[in-house]
């Protein structure tokens, strides 16, 4: 079974959760990436991603190295703003046909209302999530490891 970690990361949460599942899981790893810089700031960072989660903007992505529907199994890992999925990892999902394939969801940010995240991720990609897992409030790197490595036991 081929598995394919699939992140965006604006702050770093999401590249630290995927090399993390690389060295857990038999994967390959890519990384989303958008032609559009968002602000390096956190509060203009979080407002134009905000602004494009409320709005269902998805912005355009860089070119790919790999072919993530050559995977059986995709495990994604981003950030959640607006309590939806980050806007460059939900571009990412419309672009590709996961039909048949095992979505897994890791989010990298704190959800109040998981539920709504998951329904709203398996309508917008017509696929079911097979597991998520979403932040505590104010989770340590530790804890973010911990979390990591639990994820990882549903998955193998």
């Known amino acids: 079974m081929k598995r394919l970690i699939a992140y965006y990361s604006a702050s770093g949460g999401a590249k630290f959760a995927a090399e993390e599942f690389v060295s857990l899981l038999d994967a390959d790893m890519l990384r989303v990436d958008t032609v559009m810089k968002f602000p390096q700031g956190n509060f203009g960072k979080h407002f134009v991603g905000n602004f494009m989660s409320v709005f269902n903007i ?75 897992s979403t932040e505590a409030n104010n989770e340590t790197r530790e804890e973010s490891a911990e979390r990591i490595k639990q994820f990882a036991a549903q998955i193998v």
Request: charged fraction near 30%; include cysteine.
């Open 58 to 132: 998805k912005p355009i992505l860089k070119k790919q190295s790999l072919r993530p529907t050559k995977y059986d199994e995709i495990i994604i890992c981003s950030p959640v703003w607006a309590g939806k999925c980050a806007p460059p990892m939900l571009a990412f999902l419309h672009k590709y046909d996961f039909t048949g394939k095992k979505l897994y969801y890791f989010a990298t940010s704190y959800v109040e209302n998981e539920k709504y995240l998951i329904d709203d991720l398996e309508r917008k990609t017509h696929c079911k999530i097979q597991a998520y």
